[in-house]
């Protein structure tokens, strides 16, 4: 049974703690470093692994990518520049490797300095292209966690390993989904087995055969990109990202041990919508594709129900939640805990609330050309239905791309260019809607049980216990999306 906890039990427990992360120049694991920074200043060392290749390039890349964002601004005014600096010289410490190797590509000396020091070990680092080459996918997803547990092992005083997936690694179900781990060898098509060393086997047999070939380079990336895919669609996931999330929680459970492990499964993770800076993102999520193509006016249609629930969940309550596992968890010898961090139990949020937000904003706040003349905001059209939308292209775009094929070879090809580039195009929607479609069309429900008895065992009365809020029953939609995540959107993606 868990303890009860409250803002500075957390607080607390980071004192003196050291931490090793990877991924921290992503999205949340810079959450996570200027969180714990903001909280505890008594934290012993931050170590944050980052590809480099050497020490001051990953030091460099640190202080570009990660503490010199504006995220970092109210640490920056709680200090001052000059406290701030000394604060992140003397607890932050950048680590020039990579989870795709053994060792994690450190030297043996540093790895076994860091392996006598380490409390917590935070696995972020992913690759979250749902159509990456499969080769790369692996490596990261995969052998990246196997290298992280086998390091693990050696960590003389290591608290737990906590492991960031994403929920959508169980696969496209409907109905409830629980908050368990996915078994070795687990598929999600009945009468296959996933063997994840024949995996490795066929990636490196088929760029054996590729190596063979004149144009190599050329066809090995395409060739990757699309084995991925279709390795995932065998064994019942819909792309890459997702299906090497769900063998990289297979080889946790295999070589975890006796160690302490949290997986923490997020939905789609979307803007800060509280501290330190409400709105703020980086990079694009699945659905800033409708508010970037509501908001340039580039996009007329779109794939999606409008009234399916989209699980979503602000970045900085996936961090609050991360922490208060942690301090539940620490030294819970053999323990493996799964999170869901999602929202469509508690408060689900449906496609339309988002758009009806979007419609609101762009229609009170209205963009200006560059002549100052308001650009006048059009309603959008939804496909409910793939078949509808194939449909659509179809008539839409395939057909006068077959006349516009005919006129060219009759005109001895002046039109190739254009031809050529239309055709281009429409492929890549197509191939969009069918990497993307499973998404828009998603009718699971994540249960978070596990995530609801932490958030029982958590006092919400003090102003620090409200700091590491993770309830998504606290959010009202329609006022995050139009106060806050639509105009951060605008803001940091859209710039």
Known sequence: MMESMDGSTIIGYFKGKSILITGS???LGKILVEKILRVQPDVNKIYLLVRGVDEPS???RVNQEVIGTELFGLLREKHGEEGFRQLVEEKVVALAGDIIYQNLGLEAPMLEDLAKDIDIIVNIAATTNFYERYDVSLDVNVMGVKHLCLFAKQCAKLKMLMHVSTAFASGDKEGLIMERPINLGESLRQGTYLDIDA????VRDVKKELTDSDDAQKTERKAMKELGIKRARHFGWSNTYVFTKAMGEMLLGQFRGDIPVVIMRPSIITSLRADPLPGWMQGTRTIDTLIIGYAKQNLSCFLADLSLVMDVIPGDMVVNAMMAAMVAHSEEKGAQVVYHVTSSLRNPATYDVLYQSGR?????NPRLGKNGEVIPTK????FNTIARFHLYMIITYKLPLEILHLVNLMLCGVFSRLYNDLNHKYKFVMHLVDVYGPFAFFKGCFDDMNMERLRLTMA???????????DPKTIDWDDYFYKVHIPGVLKYVCK
């Open 58 to 60: 990953a030091k460099h």
């Open 25 to 27: 120049t992503g999205f």
């Open 460 to 470: 919400m009365k003090k102003p620090e216990d409200l700091m590491f809020n993770f």
């Open 379 to 382: 309603e959008m059209y939804f």
């Open 360 to 364: 609101r904003h762009f229609y009170e």
């Open 199 to 202: 995996e490795l086997r066929l």
